[in-house]
């Protein structure tokens, strides 16, 4: 735009200045007073005022011209600058574009790039975690698969040949339970927290604890459901899977004779706790068990060490926190995990 102005002017200031010449010309040797010769003159002032004004313009257009096509050029040279750094990437390579040097204009849409490449990197490397991790984990319980055919097919004892089968059934419910946790945990990683709405916790307690008290019996073990009730904004389904693998975990790997199940609010949060009185776990070990795949030293039961993982996951999704501990009175274990409650049209808590 100072170009343009500055053209301007100075095609202002040479129209200005020849047309003072002429009028100086013209006051300087008046014409006669003949009509005819009058009107030849006017004609010729006036084709040299529009010759002056016209020189100017056979300069200025080409100038402003020039001007322009240098002023575009250089204000486009960030985005060849970008353009040439996309073309230059390979399908692999996601790291952030620059906008330090981007106009104004663009800095937005880059900046939104930029975050969907970030998307698409967790995406990847989840995917490349769950493969790894699925490979890693299908290995061993494959291979104690293959050595129990093995030995069934070497038996010639009838009881070690039913033995060696009877293992190869429980391998596959092993490994069985293994995929589900698998693709449970790659199918939370690709969530995206949606379709929430209004959830009493108390039915989803109920309906848990009801599905684990066959499995309670056989390990003589009490399931307990303490009074209270907290309404949340969630997905009943992946709520559901959160009490069940807390449930889970504590029958299978608890060691306890007791298993506790509490819902009560507290300063806008929905606690939902589940404790045991079993042989709890040692307190450098409370960091990391709810890594993948990590086994307490002290488990005596098989399992996938994906069990908290999933729930970490699933109250993440949820806007929610757990917290691994000592229960209030006793041994054993509790694993409390803190949810926000659900809350109505204008803003307030729903509570129950």
């Not at 690709?190 to 989803?204: D, F, G, H, V």
Request: negative net charge; proline residues 5%; hydrophobic residues 50%.
């Amino acid at each position: 735009m100072l170009a343009v102005a500055v053209v301007w002017l100075l095609t202002a200031f040479a129209t200005w200045r020849e047309a003072r010449h002429e009028l100086e010309e013209l006051l300087a040797h008046p014409p006669s007073t003949t009509a005819a010769h009058f009107v030849k003159e006017r004609n010729e002032v006036a084709a040299e005022i529009a010759q002056q004004l016209l020189k100017p313009m056979l300069f200025a257009l080409p100038a402003l011209a020039l001007l322009l096509a240098i002023a575009i050029g250089f204000a486009l040279a960030p985005l060849r600058r970008l353009a040439r750094d996309v073309a230059a990437r390979t399908a692999d390579r996601l790291d952030p574009l620059p906008v330090e040097s981007l106009p104004t204009e663009v800095a937005p849409l880059v900046t939104r790039l930029n975050s969907l490449f970030a998307d698409i990197m967790r995406a990847l490397e989840n995917e490349r975690r769950f493969t790894a991790d699925a490979a890693h984990e299908l290995r061993t319980p494959l291979a104690a698969l293959k050595a129990q055919a093995q030995v069934a097919l070497a038996s010639v004892d009838a009881a070690e040949r039913q033995h060696a089968l009877t293992q190869i059934l429980v391998g596959c419910d092993r490994a069985t339970h293994l995929v589900a946790q698998l693709l449970t945990l790659a199918r939370l990683d690709a969530e995206t927290p949606q379709q929430m709405q209004s959830i009493a916790l108390r039915p989803i307690a109920e309906e848990v604890m009801a599905m684990s008290a066959g499995e309670a019996i056989e390990r003589r073990c009490d399931l307990v459901l303490g009074d209270g009730d907290a309404q949340v904004r969630g997905d009943a389904v992946l709520l559901q899977v959160l009490l069940r693998n807390l449930v889970d975990n504590a029958l299978r790997h608890g060691g306890g004779t007791q298993i506790d199940v509490s819902i009560i609010q507290n300063e806008g949060r929905a606690m939902l706790t589940v404790s045991d009185n079993g042989r709890g776990i040692a307190a450098d070990e409370t960091g990391h068990v709810r890594q993948r795949f990590y086994r307490s030293a002290s488990a005596d039961s098989p399992g996938s060490g994906l069990g908290l993982s999933i729930v970490g996951r699933i109250a993440e999704l949820h806007g929610g926190t757990i917290g691994i501990g000592p229960p209030a009175k006793g041994n054993g274990v509790s694993v409390r995990v803190s949810l926000p409650l659900a809350t109505g049209p204008a803003g307030a808590v729903v509570s129950k």
